[in-house]
């Protein structure tokens, strides 16, 4: 195996730093929405505005989760490049390798709100349809 250097972990940076942006935004995005979706709900109670909420309940949560692993991961990368900073070379791949697995557990749960968020415009055509 090659030694792992001080590049490896910091490749990551950028991909991680745009990928927390990018949960970061759709955060924002979902706490407009709520804003609005209380409104909603306050004028009239629908079923549509009350399953609305539900999945947004759920997909908040799934944000939060994604955030947190995000941001372990860039935690986690950047402890990795301390240890190789300090020549403490074998706990720095393993550090790394961690970093890497929040990475992509990130990823699959950011898939799953995706498809969380389908589901939330499904209700809103099938709504449509309706009328």
């Not at 990928?19 to 407009?32: E, G, K």
């Not at 399953?51 to 995000?70: D, E, F, H, K």
């Not at 372990?72 to 790394?96: D, G, R, W």
């Not at 749960?109 to 055509?125: G, P, R």
Request: charged share 15%.
């Amino acid at each position: 195996m090659e030694e792992l250097t001080l590049t490896t972990p910091t490749l990551l940076f950028s991909a991680v730093s745009l990928i927390l942006l990018a949960y970061t935004n759709r955060f924002l995005s979902y706490a407009q929405l709520v804003r609005v979706l209380k409104e909603q709900y306050l004028q009239n109670h629908s079923e549509v505005t009350a399953a609305q909420i539900a999945n947004l309940r759920l997909r908040l949560y799934l944000t939060r989760s994604m955030q947190v692993l995000g941001i372990s991961s860039l935690f986690f990368c950047v402890v990795s490049m301390f240890l190789i900073y300090i020549k403490i070379y074998t706990p720095a791949v393993y550090v790394f390798g961690l970093a890497l697995l929040l990475l992509i557990a990130s990823l699959g749960v950011s898939i799953w709100e995706i498809q969380i968020s389908v589901k939330a415009l499904e209700i809103h055509l099938k709504d449509m349809e309706k009328r």
